[in-house]
């Protein structure tokens, strides 16, 4: 029984993520994972829809996700398939040369999910955009970094100054978003990247599939780049690839628009990851060279960033340490 598996989960630390904790857990016909709620977990993502209806929609669709087994509402969780293999950054890191085939199949993702329908998919929001209103689409994207930022900004507000997140972080991204073009929405999975990567056998295997939206497939493109770190010719190869191989209303304007996704996508991750990696630096549970790749980690987010913000001096990491031992010393 799948409650067997699930309380057996509880007892294991597993692996976590920001939402979810993962376990493997030896069931009665072999090895699969229980994923189980975070409790308390901070939402600085733009969610819509539960994670299992996404997997349920895109089953018959697209081949690089792994099979949903069983999901329960109370208590929580799902059971997927085990999918053996590497996660990718274990064995190419960020920046570091990934195997070819990665190349080659997160593009074969990408056109997979654009030939899911939109009638297979859960319900939308309220008031989601129109498809195609590209510019209120990526309104919602800032909108919800935006709620990040404020929701943070009495706790964090000295640190955000420090660190020299402006006042109005979205500003640029905001003026960007009418100049969109018009591309029709698709689902987008809007967090591929190398610790979602599982390696094996030249296969990808792509999974967290909670942030999906319905959505631009150009965001997904810059999301992937933003988040990725490739190296510049495995970027031009993706693009190419890209560009070459998805429809071409899915890729109008491109050379433009690519560039204001990602101002967005820079500014986002400087904010949401100042919170989330402060709260592991300062949380006391972190060995030093944990906290040193964070730090490290979070000035790299910076530096990008600068350029958004207009920033003339790039942040180093020492600035940036210091500005995160004065915030964990601050009075209560």
Known sequence: M??????????????????????????????????????????????????????????????YAPRLLQVSESPAYQVHEFISGDV????????????????????????????????????????????????????????????VYDMFNEEFGQLFSDL?????????????WSSLASRPFHLVHSDVH????????????????????????????????????YRDDERDAVLARWVREMAPECTLGWERDLNTYLAHERAKSAIVDTVRYTQLVTGGKLLDEE?????????????????VWGLSGSADYEHVERAIRRFSNRPD
Do not use: C
């Not at 020299?164 to 960007?176: F, M, S, V, Y």
């Not at 790749?293 to 600068?306: G, P």
């Open 291 to 307: 906290e040193h790749e964070l730090i490290d980690k979070l000035t790299a987010k910076h530096v990008a960033a600068a350029s």
């Open 164 to 176: 020299g997140i402006p006042e109005d972080p979205l500003a640029l991204a905001r003026d960007g």
């Open 194 to 229: 190398r610790k979602n990567m599982i390696f094996s056998s030249d296969r990808v295997t792509f999974l967290d599939w909670e942030l999906a939206l319905w959505g631009d497939p150009l965001y997904e493109l810059a999301v992937h780049f933003h988040k990725m770190g």
């Open 2 to 63: 799948t409650i067997d598996l699930y309380r057996a989960a509880l007892t294991d630390s597993g692996a976590s993520g920001f939402y979810n904790k993962n376990v493997r857990i030896d069931g009665p016909s072999g090895p699969v994972i229980v994923r189980i709620p975070l409790h308390g977990a901070d939402n600085v993502d733009l969610r819509i829809w539960p994670e299992h209806e996404v997997l349920t929609a895109i089953a018959p669709y697209v081949t």
């Open 88 to 147: 990718l950054d274990d064995i190419a890191p960020r920046g570091q040369r990934v195997p070819e085939v990665v190349l080659t199949q997160v593009v074969e993702l990408f056109t997979q999910l654009v030939a899911v329908p939109r009638k297979s998919l859960p319900g939308l929001p309220e008031a989601w955009p129109e498809d195609g209103d590209t510019g209120a689409f990526a309104r919602v994207l800032s909108d919800t970094t935006q709620g």
